[in-house]
């Protein structure tokens, strides 16, 4: 598993091509999330269910980083190429650019 920190993920997003995975709850998601980001809670992961592979990099997301880290050494466990982790989550997110985050209309 690598690691990136927000901002060096946001920089080599595009030219990595990466694919972002959210791993938080349905309603953490729901709440607020990185433009883009899928979501694929870890919870399902821990019951067995794999989201479908295709040919991009992944890169795990969650509130803070511990949450994708674990999905990240669950998802290589099952036969994922290498997992980045984004350190500091989508805490970090909203930390670096505001503009990044889509928040739920209230």
Known sequence: MKELTY????????AQNFRLIDVR?????DDVHVQGAEHFALSRIR??????????PIA???R?????????QMLEAKGFAETTNIAGGTLSAIEASPEHVERAKR
């Open 64 to 72: 803070s980083g511990g949450r994708s880290a674990m999905a990240a």
């Open 25 to 29: 709850e349905q309603d953490e998601y």
């Open 7 to 14: 901002p060096e993920f946001a920089q080599q997003r595009t």
């Open 60 to 62: 795990l997301i969650c």
């Open 47 to 56: 019951d067995g269910e794999l989201p479908e592979q295709d040919s991009r």
